[in-house]
């Protein structure tokens, strides 16, 4: 039986080539998006599952508590994590963390690589597959580091026996090589190329006495969870012991919390110190949106198929008549729809292959399309059945439900539900449409309200370069020379980038105004020049004098601290830390830091001019200048005093833009999206218009016999087309306000949306569906009316 049933349907589907075609193609574009967004959500939800022990592993970050608001951040105190394991029972393992980039050398052949300062348990908690040496000695001399495969092949070859071979870290330092790891894949939360026993983080670092201590937070802490063991009893000790440690916590709340590595990548969101989301929402946002798609797809296939209703009529009719029974019919039709969906997931896998590398450039990831996958292929193939089903199964109850004996007299098949169906789905499929351009539009206005605001500072001409060598030594001749090339304005240090929120202080006390200890204030290390360097105005007082010596204690503060201390000037007034006074010299513009789309988020900052701990060296271009020549001169200087050390930098802007990296990636597949939508809901569309002028065809002939002008033909077979988008437009517009303006509200810096981004989005609609339809019409109405009429 399935064998007639193939052969039937295949005749069926040559005879009717065009809508065949449009309906494999429609469904075509809808499963290449559903494997593309699939294949995107793989690999996220695929973070960090290389570590197999998924419900023992727990990364430990701290809320923090100022003026009634919990932050939270992803740093520990130093000794937390040797704490834990010996005081709290069911912590297995545990292990304190610092990242740093560092210069491998090994002769003449060296490389940046960021890695990680650990403690043993690390490489346990992780289960490092070791190629060379051994996991339990590893790390257990102080010279000790380990390395991924590619690192160690980038520095000595493909040579495979590279235990006990001595490199250099930072051209200083000797480190013999006791292990070799497999490469880790790129779907990892904590990236790293080498590892370093813990203790050797105070590397060329003096009075780090505070990272043994409680107060200053650090390092990033993993613990690894007893089999069996309450979660909500470990947490609940894990939050009490840093208050347990520090007489302050008791005061001002601050604690530990375990947060799984299952949540890591997709929700590392947090307010008021509990998870509220991240990655996440877009995982959900574009599968949803990637099913829309597919869904309009298979709408576009109902369309079409009843729309073939009268052509199918009398097939039905007689096979009615000769025993064939309603459930064979349905078997007939639906495997049509599955054909038709198996040659459109064929199309789709070329489309796949065709388009992956662009999207990949897109998401910013190297996803691969393997069909070898049994995973990936019963994706395909799930994906094809259900187009099949859904798209074929209306068509197949509406086409079996004609009474032969009433299509054989000629009267044709009842039309009245169908058209009312075909009008809805029309109607939904450019609902959606109008939607999508909407929603596109709004993000993008959003995006660049965001990006061109003022932000306080010079980001557009600003240099950012990481602090390696000798870099701080040589300061001032780096900065002098840069100068004297006439391309540079100015060039400074400081220990945090201008768009991170620097390191956090409670503790100050201070003349006037507001006094509160648990005031949240910012706090940088910064050389004399910094303010002139990245563009902060200095709007009373001085700034850092080119001795530090003598600005050891005075500071430089923004203007909303200077709010705190009291409506007259706070130029001469005391700041006290830790006992020591401070006097303020000088104040600041505020500026954007953190969180780039709030509206309160340039609190208070203070600045120590001390720069023996930069790791951030800033170098503002002159406008004018070209920025390939600037370059170039930035990078003779730097080989010339920080030799070995190889150039790296970002300029600031783009740091600034890589902040809405989630935002910009909605917006882009939103508009792809938006056009896929079209393009389908337009195929659809035009097999109806094609469907509408044949079944009309005859009273075309007639009205052009009566006098009849092409515009007015084109107008009548437009009219009701246009009226189904009218509907959409006003199904839509209600809709996509609804969907933006709750995704808006996610934002306190943000646009307000204007009626022209919808009306404009219903012209586009408009337009395109006019065209579309204006085609076949054109073409009904310039034909021969004498070949139409001939028949009667």
């Not at 997931?345 to 399309?369: G, H, R, T």
Request: hydrophobic share 45%; glycine share 8%; charged share 20%.
């Amino acid at each position: 039986m399935f064998k007639n049933y193939l052969k039937i349907a295949w005749r069926n589907l040559l005879k009717n080539k065009g809508y065949s075609a449009l309906n494999i193609f429609g469904l075509a574009i809808g499963i290449t998006c559903a494997c593309l967004i699939l294949l995107w959500v793989e690999d996220e939800v695929n973070y960090d599952s290389v570590f197999p022990k998924q419900d023992l592993v727990y990364y430990v970050p701290t809320n923090q508590t100022f003026e009634g608001e919990v932050y939270t951040y992803n740093v520990t105190p130093g000794p937390l994590a040797k704490d834990l394991k010996e005081e709290v029972p069911g912590i297995a393992k545990s292990a304190a963390t610092f990242g740093d980039k560092m210069l491998l050398t090994n002769g003449e052949t060296g490389i940046n690589r960021f890695g990680r300062y650990v403690q043993p348990d690390f490489l346990e908690i992780f289960s490092l597959n070791f190629l060379e040496g051994e996991l339990n000695t590893a790390l257990s001399r102080p010279d000790a580091i380990v390395l991924t495969q590619k690192t160690a092949i980038a520095l000595f070859g493909t040579d495979k026996n590279v235990l006990n071979k001595v490199l250099q870290l930072n051209s200083e330092f000797s480190f013999t090589v006791t292990g070799i790891i497999q490469d880790l894949p790129s779907t990892i939360t904590y990236k790293f190329d080498w590892l370093i026993p813990f203790q050797r983080f105070q590397l060329g670092q003096e009075n780090m006495a505070w990272a043994e201590q409680y107060g200053g937070n650090f390092a990033d802490t993993f613990v690894e969870l007893t089999p069996n063991t309450d979660f909500k009893t470990v947490d609940s000790k894990v939050r009490k012991m840093i208050a347990s440690k520090i007489e302050y916590a008791t005061e001002v709340p601050n604690e530990a919390f375990l947060h799984s590595i299952k949540d890591w990548h997709l929700r590392s969101e947090f307010e008021e110190g509990k998870i509220v989301g991240g990655r996440v929402t877009l995982v959900r946002s574009l599968t949803f949106i990637a099913l829309i798609i597919l869904l309009i797809a298979c709408i576009n296939f109902m369309n079409l198929s009843t729309a073939r209703s009268g052509k199918r009529a009398n097939e039905v009719g007689v096979r009615k008549v000769l025993g064939s029974s309603k459930k064979r019919l349905i078997g007939q039709f639906m495997t049509e729809a599955i054909i038709l969906a198996s040659i459109a997931a064929l199309l789709s896998i070329v489309l796949v292959m065709v388009l992956l590398p662009s999207f990949n450039s897109l998401v910013d990831k190297q996803i691969e399309f393997r069909l070898s996958s049994p995973m990936h292929l019963f994706s395909l193939l799930s994906i094809t059945l259900i187009c099949g089903l859904l798209a074929g199964w209306y068509p197949a109850l509406y086409l079996s439900s004609f009474r032969p004996a009433k299509v054989l007299k000629g009267a044709g098949s009842s039309e009245g539900n169908a058209n009312v169906i075909r009008k809805g789905l029309v109607v939904a499929q450019f609902s959606v449409s109008i939607v999508f351009i909407v929603c596109s539009t709004i993000i993008y206005q959003q995006i660049q309200h965001v990006s061109t605001r003022d932000v306080g500072y010079s980001k557009e001409t600003l240099l950012n370069l990481p602090v390696s060598g000798n870099m701080i030594e040589k300061f001032q001749p780096i900065k002098e020379e840069m100068i004297a090339s006439g391309l540079i304005h100015n060039v400074a240090l400081t220990n945090a980038n201008m768009l991170t929120g620097g390191f956090n202080g409670q503790g100050y006390r201070w003349q006037g105004g507001q006094n509160s200890e648990n005031v949240l204030v910012r706090y940088r290390f910064v050389s004399p020049n910094f303010f002139s360097t990245v563009g902060l105005n200095l709007l009373e007082g001085r700034s850092f004098n080119n001795n530090a010596i003598i600005d050891s204690t005075n500071v430089i503060i923004t203007q909303s601290f200077a709010k705190l201390m009291g409506e007259d000037s706070a130029i001469g007034k005391t700041i006290t830390d830790e006992n020591i006074n401070y006097n303020v010299v000088g104040i600041v513009n505020d500026y954007v830091y953190g969180d780039v789309y709030g509206n309160n988020n340039t609190g208070p900052v203070i600045f120590y001019s001390y720069s023996d701990n930069a790791n951030t060296m800033y170098i503002n271009i002159k406008p004018k200048s070209s920025k390939t020549d600037a370059l170039a001169a930035i990078e003779n200087v730097l080989k010339k005093y920080n030799p070995g050390f190889p150039f790296e930098y970002r300029f600031e802007d783009d740091l600034f833009n890589a902040r809405f990296r989630n935002e910009e990636l909605v917006g882009e597949l939103a508009k792809i999206f938006a056009v896929l939508a079209i393009i389908i809901s337009c195929l659809g569309l035009f097999g109806l218009a094609a469907y509408t002028a044949e079944q009309r065809k005859k009273e075309i002939g007639v009205r052009k016999v009566l006098g009849s002008s092409i515009s007015g033909i084109v107008k009548l077979l437009s009219k009701d087309f246009m009226g189904l988008v009218v509907i959409a437009l006003l199904i839509a517009i209600p809709l996509s306000w609804w969907f933006m303006r709750s995704w808006l509200e996610s934002f306190a810096y943000k646009i307000t949306m204007s009626a022209w981004v919808f009306l404009a989005a219903g012209i586009v609609a408009m337009g395109i569906a006019l065209l579309t339809v204006s085609f076949q019409a054109i073409k009904a109405a310039v034909a021969n009316p004498v070949k139409s009429l001939r028949t009667e």
